[in-house]
Nanobody
Framework: QVQLVESGGGVVQAGGSLRLSCTASGNIFMINTMAWYRQPPEKAREYVAFINRRDIAATYAESVKGRFTISRDNARNTVYLQMNSLEPEDTAVYYC???????????????WGQGTQVTVSS
């Protein structure tokens, strides 16, 4: 199995910055996709950003383009989300998501972190 440990959430004023981290551990052979999702209060979970192992290309939701940056450290099985120019609308629980191949397996499985709260005050 894979365990995902997130950190970096907190309370910040509008216009401020936060950096989220998520480290995966377990019987991992390779992690392909790493991504961040978020769930605002009383709303459905939504995609934020995605980064692929092979080409390191990243994609973003329109609402965060130009403000958020996703990156990864494959040696540490860690994905980051740098969030700048935060807005009250960014308030949500942020979840790490990975698709990984475990040792001895051939296919990918998906895993979710426990979530970290980000609150942006106006």
């Amino acid at each position: 199995q894979v365990q995902l440990v997130e950190s970096g959430g907190g309370v910040v004023q509008a216009g401020g910055s936060l950096r989220l981290s998520c480290t995966a551990s377990g019987n991992i052979f390779m992690i392909n996709t790493m991504a961040w999702y978020r769930q605002p209060p009383e709303k459905a979970r939504e995609y934020v950003a995605f980064i692929n192992r092979r080409d390191i290309a990243a994609t973003y939701a329109e609402s965060v383009k130009g403000r958020f940056t996703i990156s990864r450290d494959n040696a540490r099985n860690t994905v980051y989300l740098q969030m700048n120019s935060l807005e009250p609308e960014d308030t949500a629980v942020y979840y790490c998501y990975v698709r990984a191949i475990l040792l001895g397996r051939e296919s990918e499985s998906e895993y979710w972190g426990q979530g970290t709260q980000v609150t942006v005050s106006s």
